[in-house]
């Protein structure tokens, strides 16, 4: 549990500022793309969304790198590497003068970022488990999902007032900010007694343990697409309101209307999530994700986006908030077998989850060019996958239990 130096309230906050890092770097420049994207000499608008997506895949692999380096060598150390390497980053992205020096300092990003955002999550493993893991981080995913909310409106004023470069500044300092935090007043989580030791089999070995937990496995595979067809919102959410529907100035807070019903969402998941149980929340909750988009798809597939925005906004609130109670269940669900492992663990869910979730994006996201209806296919898409994979998890779980039987 946590060491008496520091309250659990403080805990909560400063994984949050953790994870913010990473909501900051990606939600702060959406309103700057279309001035990014002239400033380097991108032509075609669509690849705008590279922009987003790119940081992405960067997350997906340094996960690989820092989570069994983290069972290793500490969870604290290698954050402060991670964030290293995301300085470095910036500054490339800030002197970015093409589209190709772009991309290359948004992988970048990603990849230090990945530290922070998966060690903290191993952090809250080594410190909590069962249903009272899912509530922490479902707080903690509440007060993270605040940033979502002011990021865009931060990001305009900055892009109006000082320019887009100015927006990577203020992730540096509200980076630095974190660090010296996490520095001064947080205890290292790792037991010593669950190091372990440095090889090249280390994440082989990791790996072929995770693979044993069926339950980590399908979790997983659903945080995948539950994240992809989220991430094609993510990087076509500029496209479909300042574009499609001409709400230029409005798109801050649009963007941050719909991330409130995902933190409400996620902040109710904290106290129902005990007395339901996670499996309870992510089975409603899927079912209501997938059938949203059936009844959109119905009213709107092969038309026009509806032509008053408010109904598009109503449909992605209800989506947004039935996203809000899974996406910490199912981490939580994928990470509850794994505890002695949590690094290794946290690694392997966060590089599958966001590797699925980057190609699923790109692609749908080619498709949103005049109307949303392509997202909501794919939130239909992902939500029916989803619904088979807990079906076969629930079959193989049974058929076990009787053959031990």
Not at 14 to 21: C, D, P, R, T
């Amino acid at each position: 549990m946590i060491q008496k130096k520091q309250s659990q309230t403080e805990f909560i906050l400063l994984m949050a500022s953790l994870m913010s890092i990473v909501a900051l770097s990606i939600d702060a420049i959406l309103p700057a793309l279309e001035s990014i994207g002239i400033s380097i000499g991108i032509k075609d608008a669509t690849d705008n969304q590279l922009l987003i997506t790119m940081i992405f895949l960067g997350l997906g692999f340094g996960q690989l790198i820092f989570g069994p380096l983290s069972d290793s060598i500490g969870r604290k150390p290698v954050i402060y590497i991670g964030f290293t390497v995301f300085v470095l980053a910036s500054i490339l992205c800030v002197f970015a003068t093409s589209i190709e020096m772009m991309v290359l300092g948004r992988i970048l990003q990603g990849i230090g970022l990945s530290a922070p955002r998966t060690i903290s999550i191993s952090m809250v493993r080594d410190s909590f488990s069962g249903d009272y893991m899912a509530k922490i981080m479902s707080f903690i995913v509440a007060i993270f999902i605040l940033v979502p909310v002011v990021a865009p409106a931060l990001g305009k004023l900055m892009l109006d007032t000082f320019g887009w470069r100015s927006i990577f500044n203020s992730q540096l300092i509200f980076g630095l900010i974190v660090m010296i935090w996490l520095w001064k007043r947080q205890p290292e989580t790792l037991d010593p007694n669950h190091k372990i030791k440095l090889s090249k089999a280390l994440f082989i070995n990791g790996l072929k343990e995770f693979m044993t937990f069926k339950s980590s496995v399908a979790f997983t595979l659903v945080s995948g697409l539950i994240t992809g067809s989220f991430m094609v919102y993510l990087s076509a959410s500029q496209e479909i309101f300042q574009n499609q529907y001409g709400l230029v100035d409005e798109f801050p807070y649009l963007f941050a209307a719909l991330a409130i019903s995902v933190g409400f969402a996620t902040f109710l998941n904290g106290t129902f999530v005990v007395k339901y149980g996670m499996y309870t929340m992510v089975k409603v909750f899927l079912i209501s994700f997938t059938v949203i988009p059936i009844i959109y798809l119905l009213l709107f597939f092969g038309k026009p986006n509806p032509e008053n925005v408010y109904i598009l906004l109503a449909f992605f609130a209800m989506q947004f908030f039935s996203i809000g109670f899974l996406f910490g269940n199912l981490r939580s669900l994928a990470m509850q077998p794994v505890g002695h492992i949590a690094g290794i663990g946290a690694a392997i869910n966060g590089f599958v989850s966001t590797v699925m979730a980057v190609p699923i994006a790109t692609y749908i996201g080619g498709f949103v060019k005049t109307t949303a209806s392509p997202l909501f296919v794919g939130f239909l898409i992902c939500g029916s996958l989803s619904l088979l994979i807990l079906m076969i998890l629930r079959s193989i779980t049974k058929k076990s239990l009787s053959l031990a039987a």
